[in-house]
């Protein structure tokens, strides 16, 4: 038993123990601090992630890919995206499903995090 966080770090450490790609097992994960200097580089990062895929969206080919994702220095396998931008938001301090949010906008992303800071 683990935290989201615990379980993408442990399989992160253990892909590149055993030189796999985590990401061929775990969805694309961002891990956004609670300290605020952290949690703008995490969110730029994923903001970067998130404008290459929105480029993207608007080609007809996307759905017929079958070349991984290069970003950055990490592979992404192209069956994790089928043509739209769809996140989810799930905070690290709750179990059960309580928190999750699926968005597919950066708006939306803002508001989920005002939200949450918010204590809503």
């Known amino acids: 038993i683990s935290t989201k966080r615990g379980i993408f770090l442990n399989m992160r450490e253990y892909c590149q123990k055993k030189k796999e790609k985590v990401f061929d097992y775990l969805p694309l994960t961002f891990i956004i601090d609670g300290d605020m200097h952290m949690a703008q580089a995490q969110l730029g990062e994923f903001y970067?992630?998130?404008?290459?895929?929105?480029?993207?969206?608007?080609?007809?080919?996307?759905?017929?890919?079958?070349?991984?994702?290069?970003?950055?220095?990490?592979?992404?396998?192209?069956?994790?995206?089928?043509?739209?931008?769809?996140?989810?938001?799930?905070?690290?301090?709750?179990?059960?499903?309580?928190?999750?949010?699926?968005?597919?906008?950066?708006?939306?992303?803002?508001?989920?995090?005002?939200?949450?800071?918010q204590g809503v």
Do not use: D
């Not at 069956?79 to 769809?86: A, P, S, T, V």
């Open 48 to 117: 970067c992630t998130y404008k290459q895929f929105a480029t993207q969206s608007s080609s007809s080919t996307i759905t017929t890919r079958t070349k991984p994702w290069k970003l950055g220095q990490v592979e992404v396998p192209a069956c994790h995206y089928r043509g739209k931008n769809m996140w989810l938001l799930k905070p690290s301090g709750l179990n059960r499903g309580r928190g999750i949010h699926v968005f597919s906008t950066l708006p939306e992303l803002k508001e989920l995090l005002f939200e949450y800071t």
